[in-house]
């Protein structure tokens, strides 16, 4: 198995290209007070054909195989201080979680010293809290809340801390705790604001979007059943719009088909089909759908900013250097027409509901 890492991460007599990359950018770790700034390792391509050869080995040799395999990894992605970590964790604990052979003491106490090894103060590594919640929770839903909680009551909260807070108000959510699911809500969009990265604030968003929808199907009530289509119709937006680049417009194009082919979606989830049936409407959600893809298939590369050539523009076609310059201005841009989004989705639900 090592050998096998090492044909992945460079070997002895000449490093691979991959090797010499992470080397570039290694985490210069805390060792002394004299070192103060740390630099990290951005993943690259490689964590996700790493991760699809976990599944084959899991597959074809077991949870044992896979889950070594994956250590191996995560090892190396420790020592060069690579981001990549977290989604390796996020292949590795779950795997140690369905091994019968692999205790849960095992298992945290393992995902713990990763974490004890990983700079403290760098929010690219406070996912893996994330997963340890996870973990928790798959013993005790009380303990995993207390675990955050004990966590987030150590520091400021900050937009560093933006997705722990999230990961609180899910289960807050899914413990029925919906008064501190409430209260949590509007601190996690205050910390929000348009000067973030463009991609990374429409993720948020998007995350916010979902908790509320899932907060407001869990209450009681035709108002709950109306916010939740609401906060759920903007959370389609924002997928779609987060994915909207036109360097990549193909990702677009891809995500839609995904939307159509029901791949991807709420069209055929037990949450949505009950809301319309107990709103009514069950008969108009063909004419829903049809409408809201329209919009954000159609209407929102153009609320956004992308021409008809970017938006139909294919691999090959001719395009001036002006063109190229302005698709890549595109992801600088702020992501301010969240408001107007809004507005349409209220009216679109209103209408709809009367």
């Given at each position: 198995m090592f050998s096998f890492i090492k044909q992945l991460f460079g070997n002895k007599s000449g490093k691979s290209?991959?090797?010499?990359?992470?080397?570039?950018?290694?985490?210069?770790?805390?060792?002394?007070?004299?070192?103060?700034?740390?630099?990290?390792?951005?993943?690259?391509?490689?964590?996700h054909k790493l991760m699809i050869q976990?599944?084959?080995?899991?597959?074809?040799?077991?949870?044992?195989?896979?889950?070594?395999?994956?250590?191996?990894?995560?090892?190396?992605?420790?020592?060069e201080g690579n981001t990549a970590l977290v989604a390796?964790?996020?292949?590795?604990?779950?795997?140690?979680?369905?091994?019968?052979?692999?205790?849960?003491?095992?298992?945290?106490?393992?995902?713990?010293?990763i974490i004890q090894r990983m700079p403290k103060k760098d929010p690219y590594f406070l996912a893996l809290h994330i997963t340890m919640a996870d973990l928790i929770k798959s013993q005790n839903i009380d303990q995993s809340i207390s675990y955050l909680?004990?966590?987030?009551?150590?520091?400021k909260t900050n937009i560093d801390f933006y997705d722990i807070l999230i990961k609180r108000i899910d289960l807050y959510i899914e413990k029925k705790d919906d008064n501190n699911a409430k209260n949590l809500l509007p601190v996690a969009r205050n910390l929000l604001h348009t000067n973030l990265d463009r991609y990374d604030y429409i993720k948020k968003e998007r995350k916010w979007f979902r908790s509320c929808a899932n907060l407001n199907y869990s209450l009681i009530g035709r108002s709950g059943k109306i916010e939740y289509l609401f906060n759920s119709f903007v959370e389609f937006i924002l997928?779609?719009?987060?994915?909207?680049?036109?360097?990549?417009?193909?990702?677009?194009?891809?995500?839609?088909?995904?939307?159509y082919k029901k791949e991807r979606g709420f069209e055929d989830s037990d949450k949505f089909n009950s809301a319309l049936e107990e709103l009514n409407i069950e008969s108009k959600k063909e004419f829903i759908i049809k409408q809201l893809y329209g919009y954000a298939f159609e209407e929102i590369p153009r609320l956004l900013g992308i021409t008809e050539k970017q938006i139909h523009f294919k691999p090959g076609q001719e395009e001036t250097i002006e063109e190229l310059r302005e698709k890549k201005l595109f992801s600088r841009k702020p992501f301010r027409e969240l408001p107007e989004i809004e507005n349409y989705i209220r009216q679109f639900v209103e209408k709809h509901v009367k």
């Open positions: 290209r991959r090797r010499q990359k992470i080397q570039e950018a290694t985490i210069q770790f805390k060792d002394s007070p004299a070192v103060e700034e740390k630099r990290y390792k951005q993943p690259d391509a490689d964590v976990a599944t084959r080995i899991r597959k074809e040799k077991g949870y044992p195989e896979a889950i070594e395999f994956l250590k191996d990894i995560a090892e190396a992605y420790v020592r390796c964790m996020n292949k590795l604990i779950p795997y140690m979680k369905r091994d019968e052979s692999v205790s849960y003491s095992v298992t945290y106490q393992y995902l713990e010293d909680e004990n966590l987030m009551d150590q520091v997928d779609m719009a987060r994915i909207l680049d036109p360097l990549q417009i193909e990702s677009f194009h891809h995500r839609k088909d995904l939307y």
